[in-house]
């Protein structure tokens, strides 16, 4: 029996309108850019893929939630909503609102980080990486060999590597190791889910070290919902429950509620040490705002806590996973590298093996993403050496270990037409592929450097 078209399940009750633009006009407007896509106004994007992040449409009920937000300075109704939503999906006690994910990273890795201390993640998300570091600590990546090769077929290429875990809080020592951090699903290494049984082995090992461990829960709906299809135990689970689960084996969560709890703003972190979230409370007051705001409104607040709950409907996971794995699977079938097998929240396109002419040390996927807003005004996202390189002693790059271009797509807000335009796209890029040229920054800040740097084509 042939399957029916997946369709959105929802009605759009209100549109935003979409500005049209030519070749011509965007070769033009990406020049004033610099070439940096971050740098381009939206209204100049067509389909715009940059993130997945503060970018999803809110339902009835979220826009009725915004009505009845309690802005009062402390004690809000709506943070009484928030918090238990949190504590009820996390199964933490302390909850701490932030405005967002970064600012709930600063207070926390400022607490266990500084000189001296390490964190280990399966992969550091680029603000993570940028928070610990900025205050002194040091990051480890631990990525399983199998998610470090975009081609390979694999059920959970998100999961840690247990024994380079192990061996790193050894090396290290346990006591220097301010907290593995398990990032679900794993965004930079190209949104691959992490199984339940990695989550309990991390589990195992911080047990046998006394180590602190945490969930960077970002998107923990997503993951929950490719556990219960790949991983055969949980195959009759409530995707809420497998959540709750994996939030039962870790000591703390941090999230960006960009992502999973369907807001444009927001974040928290959630504890089960009284200690730690005392000594996080100073921070977020002199930094956020109030304990019972952190740094959002009382509508953000409500929204959110509605958001958190919706995430999880059957039928909207359903939607999502497969409407991502059908722009995937398109592209696998036309040639066009891409991370195997398809993530939860983007299409990761290897521009390395895309662009094999143009070398690491000219960005091929920076190429990658100009030529697709030149030719379909879509707008993805470098994830390589220009987000991750580094200099040694004598300013040669020290590239990423993949070259990636990554198509992140919002949550409920473009259709299938839309992601049938940016298939043709690539049809029309795959024509003059060899023709593409390599990209030199011209000039670039100390952190986070692809959020401003400028470029040239070579
Ligand atoms: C987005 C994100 C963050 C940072 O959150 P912001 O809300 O952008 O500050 C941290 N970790 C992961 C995995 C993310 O995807």
């Not at 449409?57 to 802005?71: L, Y």
């Not at 694999?154 to 951090?181: M, R, S």
């Not at 290494?189 to 047990?207: E, F, H, L, Y």
Request: with cysteine; glycine share 8%.
């Amino acid at each position: 029996m042939k399957h029916k078209t997946i369709i959105e399940p929802f009605r759009i009750k209100s549109v935003e309108p979409i500005e049209m633009s030519t070749e011509e006009q965007r070769i033009d407007f990406l020049a004033q850019a610099h070439n940096n896509l971050f740098l381009i106004e939206s209204k100049k994007v067509i389909i715009d893929l940059l993130t997945d992040s503060g970018t999803s449409a809110m339902s009835a009920e979220q826009w009725a939630g915004i009505m009845r937000g309690d802005e009062s300075y402390a004690g809000a109704r709506s943070w009484e909503r928030m918090r238990d939503a949190v504590r009820d999906l996390t199964g933490c006690q302390y909850i701490i609102p932030t405005h967002q994910g970064r600012a709930g990273e600063s207070i926390l890795y400022t607490q266990l980080g500084g000189k001296g201390k390490v964190f280990i993640s399966n992969t550091h998300f680029d603000t993570t990486r940028a928070n610990i570091e900025y205050g002194g600590a040091t990051a480890i990546d631990c990525l399983t060999k199998e998610g470090q090769q975009p081609a390979l077929e694999h059920p959970f290429k998100g999961n840690i590597d247990i024994a380079k875990l192990e061996a790193a809080i050894i090396e290290h020592g346990a006591e220097n190791i301010g907290a593995v951090i398990l990032t679900v699903t794993n965004n930079s290494g190209g949104g691959q889910p992490v199984s339940m049984q990695n989550a309990k082995d991390v589990r195992t090992i911080c047990d046998k070290y006394d180590v602190l461990y945490l969930l960077d829960c970002c998107r923990i709906a997503e993951n929950s919902y490719f556990i219960a299809q790949r991983e055969g135990a949980y195959k009759n689970v409530e995707y809420r429950k497998i959540a709750q689960e994996m939030f039962d084996l870790v000591d703390g969560s941090i999230m960006s509620a960009k992502k999973d709890a369907l807001v444009n703003m927001g974040g928290f972190i959630a504890l089960k040490s009284k200690e730690i979230a005392d000594s996080c409370t100073n921070t977020l007051i002199i930094k956020e705002g109030f304990v019972t705001y952190g740094g959002l409104s009382g509508r953000d607040m409500e929204a959110l806590a509605i958001g958190l709950v919706e995430v999880f409907d059957k039928d909207y996971l359903h939607y999502r996973i497969t409407s991502t794995t059908y722009l995937g699977d398109k592209l696998h079938q036309m040639g066009v590298p891409v991370m195997r097998p398809i993530g939860g929240h983007a299409v990761y396109i290897d521009a390395k093996a895309f662009y094999p002419h143009i070398p690491v040390n000219q960005y091929p996927g920076q190429a990658l993403a100009c030529d697709l807003y030149i030719k379909g005004g879509i707008r993805g996202c470098e994830i390589g050496s220009v987000m991750f390189g580094r200099y040694d002693k004598n300013g040669e790059l020290v590239s990423a270990p993949m070259e990636l271009v990554r198509l992140a797509i919002p949550r409920r807000v473009y259709t299938q037409s839309h992601i049938d335009y940016v298939i043709e796209t690539f049809e029309e890029i795959i024509k003059g592929k060899e023709h593409s040229q390599g990209i030199k920054i011209t000039y670039e800040p100390e952190f986070l450097r692809h959020f401003t740097a400028h470029f040239e084509r070579i």
